[in-house]
């Protein structure tokens, strides 16, 4: 197997820690930091235009909140997972019933929205704990992509001792021995080109490659804020080109769910 899995934080617009509080909010331009969801709509119907145009599904980790605010018909024939409800950081959450109650309600709005209960996970930040993940399987999750690994040769997904697949996000150097992960961040602030993920990629020759994403990265920089019509269409012409890019090199492209189905199934 060689896949690649695109994966789609659906939140709030550039989402922020809030001091003292657990839901984040967004970036203030000016009006507060109260949630914002205009970008993320904006740029969720944006990327379903780039993949219905390439013929790709991704899997979309959708925060409950957001979910309710955009039109959540667009995610239909994609994998939708939860991501939280206020993108709260789960591990600075030590009551284990607020944070079961947490899950009930992003897995039911997850189900309510797309009529199927979620099998996949994010944690929101990319932030982990033992206690988080080892209540996954109590809401139905058989997949995590929480957590960053070396981009190898091999990224062939593992199993953790409580059956739930971790499926990373590759990380690595770049030709000039800077960090770089599969998240496109660098790319959206026009810091990083298509070519740097492509080398990224390149790396790999079995396993599964996970490129990840924010719907609102489409058409708000976190520095320079509301992007204008030809950087909004840089910023489509550049993931296209990863996208393409990497499917050239023969990487397939697969959702969570399908690349677990490839690995329970085993060898044929």
């Known amino acids: 197997m060689r896949a690649l899995c695109f994966t789609v934080d659906l939140d709030r617009d550039v989402n922020v820690r809030i001091e003292g509080r657990n839901a984040a909010g967004s970036l ?9 969801f205009s970008s993320s709509e904006n740029g969720l119907a944006i990327l379903m235009d780039i993949l219905d145009e390439i013929g790709m599904k991704a899997t ?43 899950f009930e309600e992003a897995s039911l709005a997850v189900k309510d929205a ?15 704990d033992e206690e988080t993940i080892e209540m996954l399987p109590e809401f139905g999750i058989k997949v995590d992509s929480s957590s960053y690994a070396v981009a ?17 996000v590759p990380e690595g150097t770049d030709e000039h021995g800077k960090k770089i992960s599969a998240y496109l961040w660098p790319m959206h602030e026009s810091k990083r080109g ?7 990629a390149s790396v790999m020759d079995e396993g599964a490659f996970v490129l990840a ?6 058409v708000e920089s976190r520095e320079r804020g509301s ?10 012409d550049n993931v296209r080109n990863v996208l393409l ?24």
């Open 152 to 168: 190898s040769r091999s990224m062939v997904p593992e199993r953790t001792s409580g059956g739930i697949w971790e499926i990373p």
């Open 213 to 218: 994403t924010h719907t609102w990265h489409m």
């Open 60 to 102: 979309f980790f959708a925060e409950a909140s957001t979910l309710r605010k955009v039109d959540a018909g667009l995610l239909s024939g994609h994998e939708v997972g939860m991501h939280g409800v206020d993108h709260e950081d789960l591990t600075l959450i030590k009551d284990a019933d607020k944070k079961r109650r947490i």
């Open 28 to 36: 203030d331009r000016g009006s507060g930091t109260d949630p914002r």
């Open 194 to 200: 298509p070519e740097d993920y492509l080398r990224l």
């Open 245 to 268: 890019g990497m499917m050239d090199m023969g990487l397939r492209p697969l959702t969570m769910t399908d690349i677990r189905k490839i690995m329970e199934e085993g060898p044929h």
């Open 227 to 236: 992007m204008a019509g030809e950087e909004i269409k840089r910023n489509i």
């Open 114 to 128: 797309v009529g199927k209960a979620p099998e996949s996970f994010r944690a929101p930040y990319m932030k982990m």
